[in-house]
């Protein structure tokens, strides 16, 4: 899953941690909303966020984005209170305990290269698709551990904005097989789709190539890898299987890494063109 949650979702090699931050969080939020005499319905305009986020920041069960805190202090005149309480959490919470070193280089990249043969980054699912895929490897997972799981995959989201100074660069190598498996069924993959193509036309941060079905030469034949260059311009590898997952630090890997990578890039599909593959696709469902 390239998040830490193995391909099923599942956060392996480690349990995860509690989200007990999250919660606290929220419940400050709902105290201070409450107190300022506004419904969720009410306070939801008001810093630009759907009512369903709203509920799931005050539930626990997702990581409030750093232009949600700044307008809910102000709108809720909370004494630098949920700045203060912000500062302490953590986005850990879902997240296998050997994924966790490669989630803090990930915060931080100025640039990250992502090549995925198995599901859909997890950068780039939506809930529907992020269940469906935990659903489809067992063991499953209680419904509060599934909650945590999905929360943390969807909090990692935030990383896309074009509104972080300054704006992660990001490339996806997908391949179409992915997109064709119809993961969760049609509706699910309706949505995937509309997500994918709404997240190519608003974030130019984000450049999203297919590996077409027919590809004699695939420098990608080893399996899914990631790049990341952090702000000092330094360069770390990760790469992921079942039950475990690696970061890679030493320069001549990391320069293998680059190389397959690089490969890729010219044995995939265009941008463009895998933008118009992608629309086809769409129109089939």
């Not at 799981?149 to 509104?163: G, K, N, P």
């Not at 399996?223 to 702000?231: M, N, V």
Request: glycine content about 8%.
């Amino acid at each position: 899953m390239t998040d830490g949650t193995g391909a099923g979702g599942l956060a392996a090699g480690g349990e995860p941690e509690t989200s007990d931050s999250l919660r606290a969080f929220g419940e400050v939020v709902k105290a201070f909303r409450k107190r300022a005499r506004l419904t969720q319905e009410e306070f939801a305009p008001r810093v630009r966020y759907s009512v369903p986020t709203i509920a799931s920041i005050e539930q626990g069960r997702r990581f409030p984005p750093p232009d949600f805190v700044e307008r809910a202090e102000e709108i809720l005149d909370a004494f630098g209170a949920l700045r203060g309480a912000a500062r302490h959490l953590s986005r850990q919470p879902g997240l296998a305990s050997w994924f966790r070193q490669w989630a803090k280089l990930e915060a931080e990249a100025v640039s990250l290269n992502t090549y995925e043969c198995r599901v859909v980054p997890g950068l780039l699912q939506t809930e529907g698709y992020a269940r469906a895929v935990t659903f489809s490897v067992p063991p499953l997972p209680d419904a509060e551990t599934m909650d945590q799981r999905i929360a943390a995959r969807l909090a990692r989201h935030d990383l896309l904005s074009t509104s972080r100074k300054p704006p992660t660069s990001f490339s996806f190598i997908v391949e179409q097989a992915v997109l064709e498996r119809h993961t969760g069924g049609d509706a699910v993959t309706r949505e995937l789709y509309d997500h994918l193509l709404g997240l190519i036309e608003r974030n130019w941060n984000v450049e999203l190539q297919l590996m077409p079905l027919r590809q004699p030469v695939h420098a990608g034949l080893d399996g899914p890898l990631q790049l990341a260059e952090t702000p000092d311009n330094r360069w770390f590898g990760y790469s992921e299987g079942q039950e475990n997952g690696r970061l890679i630090s030493d320069p001549k890997e990391v320069s293998r890494l680059h190389q397959r990578y690089a490969k890729m890039r010219s044995q995939a599909l265009t941008p463009e063109d895998s933008l118009g593959l992608l629309k086809r696709l769409r129109g089939t469902l």
